[in-house]
């Protein structure tokens, strides 16, 4: 199975700051990388899907990178709505697997 | 708009069963794999099931394989998930989840229903 880590686990931040989260795969993965937003009490919301991009409605703030075993999420000028946890989640094709990571918790500095 | 309703959730025994609902309006049902993600305190989001359009394709995590059964009535819009044998570890909230026609992430997700199991 493949394994996502996501680093930070958590992390706090200030509006207009600029947030990198990382997610790191224990193997080789292909384009299928995606990120969610969840907030409390609220189900996950897609972000980004296929690494780089962008779910209708989404701030253009919002922006996905990497390949092979690293992908980033970054946002470019924090906005108070934007604090909550965040998941990348990939899809294996040879075992069928979707795999979370295990979250960034983005927290008010 | 897109709409998943999830029901059926509830508190158990360990080693009872449920039924968990999910009905679907907003879009064509049968056009789409169809999917259940449940989240846990101690093992996060997990997918561990979904189906597709028709119902003739089935995925389980090794967490569930055996234990639970994912089906859909495509002339109701609803997706099911039996879940028997119920364990503590199965204790989550279960969201019903669509993928996309072309792509390997849920793009839209219900508000979930909690299953608890406890003696």
């Known amino acids: 199975d493949i394994q996502m880590t996501q680093a930070p686990s958590a992390l706090s931040a200030s509006v207009g700051d600029r947030v990198t989260i990382t997610c790191r795969a224990s193997?080789?993965?292909?384009?299928?990388l995606a990120w969610y937003q969840q907030k409390p009490g609220k189900a996950p919301k897609l972000l980004i899907y296929?690494?780089?991009n962008l779910e209708s409605g989404v701030p253009s703030r919002f922006s996905g990178s990497g390949s092979g075993t690293e992908f980033t999420l970054t946002i470019s000028s924090l906005q108070s709505d934007d604090f909550a946890t965040y998941y990348c989640?990939?899809?294996?094709?040879?075992?069928?697997?979707?795999?979370f990571g295990q979250g960034t918790k983005l927290g008010i500095k | 708009q897109v709409q998943l309703v999830e029901s059926g959730g509830g508190l158990v025994n360990p080693g009872e069963s449920l039924r968990l609902s999910c009905a679907a309006s907003g879009f064509t049902f049968s056009g789409y794999y169809m999917s259940w993600i449940r989240q846990s305190p101690g093992k996060g989001l997990e997918c561990i099931s979904y189906i597709g359009s028709s119902g003739s394709t089935k995925y389980y995590a090794d967490s569930v394989k055996g234990r639970f059964t994912i089906s859909r009535d495509n002339a109701k819009n609803s997706l099911y998930l039996q879940l028997n044998s119920l364990r503590a570890d199965d204790t989550a909230i279960y969201y019903c989840a669509r993928l996309p026609r072309s792509g390997n992430h849920f793009d839209f997700w219900g508000r979930g229903t909690l299953v608890s199991v406890s003696s």
């Open positions: 296929d690494v780089s």
């Open positions: 193997q080789n993965v292909s384009t299928w």
């Open positions: 989640q990939q899809y294996n094709s040879y075992s069928g697997m979707y795999t």
